[in-house]
């Protein structure tokens, strides 16, 4: 069954770095839309950055020039590069993974879309 981890959490003064990881154990890595989200306390859950199998990428405004995502399919691996992390980044990180009924159809590949699968989540601490 597929599974997804996310590894890579941790607590980082303003300005720094982290790169959070998730492991798609079992997800086909083909006509997928994958993501990171982030949930912080008292907040709803938001978008931080898709890929689309083809390599289309799209970020939040938030994050735009300080986060990279990207995607190795041999290791069926997805990688969120934070850098120049503020203490608004503080959340819990998500990445979500489905694959796509129209895989040429990059649109599809969006925030709103439904995400059949999810990982538990690694908590991201950014202090002033």
């Known amino acids: 069954q597929v599974q997804l981890v996310e590894s890579g959490g941790g607590s980082v003064q303003a300005g720094g770095s982290l790169r959070l990881t998730c492991s798609a154990s079992?997800?086909?890595?083909?006509?997928?839309?994958m993501a990171w989200f982030r949930q912080a306390p008292g907040k709803e859950r938001e978008g931080v950055a898709t890929?689309?199998?083809?390599?289309?990428?799209n970020y939040a405004d938030s994050v735009k020039a300080r986060f990279t995502i990207y995607v190795d399919n041999v290791k069926n691996t997805l990688w969120l590069q934070m850098d120049n992390l503020k203490p608004e980044d503080t959340a819990t990180y998500y990445c979500?993974?489905?694959?796509?009924?129209?895989?040429?159809?990059?649109?599809?590949?969006?925030?709103?879309?439904?995400?059949?699968?999810w990982g538990q989540g690694t908590q991201v601490t950014v202090s002033s």
């Open positions: 890929v689309h199998w083809h390599g289309r990428k």
């Open positions: 079992q997800f086909p890595m083909n006509d997928y839309c």
């Open positions: 979500a993974a489905e694959t796509l009924q129209i895989p040429w159809d990059w649109s599809e590949c969006r925030f709103n879309r439904d995400f059949g699968y």
